[in-house]
């Protein structure tokens, strides 16, 4: 007859206080515990000898949880506990004494599932490509029984999170895993090869990495940090989430890792994001953060709320390239969920920046080495109805030098936020998207790769914007932007909003507060918010008040209008290549006028493919025919005159949407133009230029307005300008044939703005018809 397999129980950080409520635990066990072992921090001390004595046992990890006194608000703790570090893990010995004698049912016995001894011996071989020890091999024993150790706490987490709640999954040991496993010590072995290093060396480098890269997160941190931060945010907006949405990922991370991708816009989007997560009962997402955030001497209490600082660059340290990428695969691997914003740094126009992809590659190694089965992104739009921060960014954009971040930077954020009353912050969450189904296999060449995370990336790009909402604030600048600097009574702005409203609805977009701008009094309330808010002025001297943007804010009103301006790029679009149709038909006679005008539409979406996120020439051709149909259903068949079906249509978006940008694009092609051709560009000279003489076409009102001198504007210009090979000849081109194509270039720009103030004027006219003013 066989011999039951015996138990043995192991203790994981049992303190004086607490050993004897596993002791009693253990004696009322059936079957019988017949080993009750310590597991203390460090190497085991003693653990690894014990378990080498037996060739087989069943092993379960046992632990005193002391659970929350009281009911807390999902997501919250006690200041007295968080002031303690106790919340909801362990408290310090000293208080464990006081509140087992105050509170003993606080304290629960919590039992993992148990392993087999040899299953665990196998998966050890595995990690770390070591046997298990026998008797008598102290070092290999010590070893193991440090293995077994964090298995243990990793169980005993899973367990306690069904007490607690999903918020607080929190890894353990990271770097001693990392370190322990056979292909990392393999990798770090070739790469210290290459530099010239031992294996030793090269080990103690990644060790360092690991020190200054993970986040050692503890419970009470956590709570500590959003405690600390929630003045940052809490006061300043009313929070509304996608619970659908929510709803929808946490099945999916039942399963796959997810990897958070908002679009960034103010430095509270991970504070605002993590709450909401946080009251859904998703674990505390692990966020990239740069370097520049690590602010003495919170830094290290950040670290341990799961803020990685991870350098901006990391130039040719392969070793700690080496450890970013480990890093991510194991905590892609646990299933611990990530966070950073893939643009690389906070929006100043308010629209998506271009996407970076260095973090990205990370997890597609994770996926294409099959560290795990597939991992999740997901597409996040957080929108604010105000940011305070806005004006300094608008500052940057005119030329201001940014702040730098630190303590006296956050105290005066704090102090700001909470004099700010921003109204409301929506967050939503596009369609997760499988990477493993996006990606070449493993081993692919570096373009294929490259190419994948491109389209990777742009789809994530498409997914914000689909669920980015028109706002209120949003649509009241785009309006006032529209008219120069004409001020509007309530009732000409409400006659001016009614068919784009109407345009909105039927294209069913995504929107939120719209209605309140149907509303006679609730138009004047959003009105008055934007005038607290020193984005809107106010005259109110006359028999009326009469609004119009502030002086010196059109960078901040842009900044709302862009955070949806993508829902009528390929309306403006379109109305450019409708007015081109049109002249063209005037000038000449063709055979297939609707042909040239779909040619031009692409001419002007390539032009424009560094600042919007367009899909492919095909589906976008698709997208404007459908848009046609919408502004006159006679222009599909080409029955009509475009300029007239523009006219009547009584939405016009060219010159709202798209004038900045084009003005942007005509300082820097004037100033290649200008520039000889046989001098090479220096691009920071470029735009120090583009900056002076956009300040010079400002004030001859030679562009539409101060929202056209814009830094980033620039540079992206500058990007694009460099794509289509204008900044040096081509191979084998002289000065001359680089000159020509430069001015071809700025007179194809000079033309669609010609065409915008065309339409502005027939926006104007129409406008003078609906308000009685003429302009």
Known sequence: MNEPTPVIAVAVEAASVERPVIDAW?????????????????????????????????????????????ERRTGTSRISELALLATPKRPATWLSRRLAALSPNRRRVLAGEPALLSDLRKRYLETSGAPAPSTGDETDAEAFAAFVRRSAVVTLEREERTEIGNRYKVPHAVSEEI?????????????????????????????????????????AAVDMFYAMMEPLHSSTWQVFADESGLARLRELNKRYALVFLPAHRSYVDTLVLGDVLARNDFPRNHVMGGANLRIWPISDLARRAGIVFIRR???????????????????????????????????????IRSPRYGLLRYVAQAVQGDRVEDVYLVPTSITYDRLHEVSKMAAEQAGAKKQVEGLKWLAEYARSQRRTHGGSAYVRFGEPLPMRSWLPPAGASADDNRAALHKIAFEVAVGINQTSPLTANGLLALTLLGVRDQSLTLTQIERILEPVLTYIEARGLPSTGLERLREFEELAAVLAGLVRAKVVTVYDKGDEPIYAVERGQHLVAAFYRNNAIHWFVNRAILELAMLWTSQQMGQQETDNPELTGWTEAKRIRDLLKFEFFFPDRDTFEAELREELTL????????ASDPAAALSGSGVLMAHRVLRSFLDAQLVVAERLAAADPADPVERSALLDDCDRVGQQMLLQRRLHSPESVSRELFTSAIDLKDNFGLLAPAEGESPDGLARRRTEHLEFVTSLIERAQVIESLDAANRAEVTGVVV
Request: charged share 25%.
């Open 179 to 219: 370190l322990a496993r056979k292909e990392f010590r393999d990798e770090i072995a070739d790469v210290s090869a290459e530099m010239g290093l031992t294996l030793g060396e090269g080990l103690e480098k990644a060790e360092e990495c690991l020190g200054e890269l993970v986040a050692v997160q503890s419970r």
């Open 26 to 70: 253990a004696r009322e066990q059936d079957p019988p515990v017949a080993a009750l072992l310590d597991a203390v921090s460090g190497l085991g001390d003693g653990l690894g000898a014990a378990l080498a004595s037996y060739d087989e046992a069943l092993v379960v990890p046992v632990r005193v949880a002391w659970l929350p006194a009281v």
């Open 631 to 638: 502004i006159s259903p006679e222009s599909v068949a080409g």
């Open 313 to 351: 660059s990391f130039g040719d340290d392969e070793i700690y390239k080496a450890v970013v990428q480990e890093y991510f695969a194991f905590l892609l691997a646990k299933r611990f969920n990530l966070e950073w914003y893939f643009e690389g740094g906070r929006s100043r126009t308010g629209k």
